[in-house]
Antibody, heavy 122, light 107 residues
Framework: EVQLVESGGRVVRPGGSLRLSCAAS????????MHWVRQSPGRGLEYVAG????????HFADSVRGRFDISRDNSQKTVSLEMGRLRIEDMAVYYC???????????????WGQGALVTVSS | IVLTQSPATLSLSPGDTATLSCGAS???????LAWYQQKPGLAPRLLIY???NRATGIPDRFRGSGSGTDFILTISRLEPEDYAVYYC?????????FGQGTKVEIK
């Protein structure tokens, strides 16, 4: 059974930093690109960042580029989202998701984690 | 690419047919459009990809169609477990974007 389990969500102050992690199991991790998608009442579902199966290519939404970073450890089957200079509008549930490939035409998300809640508040 | 879903809410009885629309501006490259179902407190679940291909385990009551700027998700013979929010997503052009959702509720 495919499982994606996020951790690290918590309350953080504006301007602060946070690292989310996602542990994958039940599939060949190195065969899939991994991404983060977030959901908030105000912004709906929003793509955040992605990383290729080998970790050599990354992609970010304009709203987080320069503030967030994504990485993966294929030996540990984990993907991480490093979030910096957090803003109120970054407050959301963050989902770890996978896709068959990194490129256009393949980036639909066939498995989702349960989500990690990030609250940005002073 | 901006995706606009309509209607915002659809009130239907079990056994009815639901027709959900997703409009794109500009058009979706190669019709790379997916549909997801989300129930309260849960993550979205992939239903359809490539406009009309059902994901693993999705019953044939769910049918996707359309092309270019107009896409449809049809749910035939509504079952109690089908009441949920449905989202479309395009993955033809970066940034990948989602519609704002259509809620299918019990009438």
């Amino acid at each position: 059974e495919v499982q994606l389990v996020e951790s690290g969500g918590r309350v953080v102050r504006p301007g602060g930093s946070l690292r989310l992690s996602c542990a994958a199991s039940g599939f060949t991790f190195t065969n899939y690109a991994m991404h983060w998608v977030r959901q908030s009442p105000g912004r709906g579902l929003e793509y955040v960042a992605g990383i290729s199966d080998d970790g050599n290519r990354v992609h970010f939404a304009d709203s987080v580029r320069g503030r967030f970073d994504i990485s993966r450890d294929n030996s540990q089957k984990t993907v991480s989202l490093e979030m910096g200079r957090l803003r109120i509008e970054d407050m959301a549930v963050y989902y770890c998701v996978r896709s068959e490939n990194f490129w256009s035409g393949y980036t639909y998300f066939d498995s989702w984690g349960q989500g990690a809640l990030v609250t940005v508040s002073s | 690419i901006v995706l606009t879903q309509s209607p915002a809410t659809l009130s239907l009885s079990p056994g009815d047919t639901a027709t959900l629309s997703c409009g794109a501006s500009p058009s979706v490259t190669n019709n790379f459009l997916a549909w997801y179902q989300q129930k309260p407190g849960l993550a979205p679940r992939l239903l359809i990809y490539g406009t009309s291909n059902r994901a693993t385990g999705i019953p044939d009551r769910f049918r996707g169609s359309g092309s270019g700027t107009d896409f449809i998700l049809t749910i035939s013979r509504l079952e109690p477990e089908d009441y949920a929010v449905y989202y479309c997503q395009q993955y033809g052009d970066s940034p990948w974007t989602f519609g704002q959702g259509t809620k299918v509720e019990i009438k």
